[in-house]
């Protein structure tokens, strides 16, 4: 199976079949979630993330939550 996302679309994208039958239905993807620069971060939750990679501590894992690419 083979679909696209038109990412010129928005803000919901629905997937395009290129190839072979949909064995499993895909989701429509809401466009911000794809385009990161439209994904909206809170300054303090920016500056947290931020001052923690500076200590070397790494990510947390809570600030890319609301981000899914692929279906579960």
């Known amino acids: 199976m083979e679909a696209i996302y038109d990412l010129n679309e928005g803000p919901w994208i629905a997937p395009q079949f290129v190839r072979g039958l949909a064995r499993r239905l895909l989701p429509t993807i809401e466009r911000r979630q794809l385009i990161f620069t439209e994904m909206p971060i809170v300054w303090n ?28």
């Open 45 to 72: 939750t920016w500056l947290a993330i931020w001052s923690q990679d500076l200590a070397g501590q790494g990510h947390p894992r809570e600030s890319a939550a609301s981000v899914r690419v692929l279906p579960p």
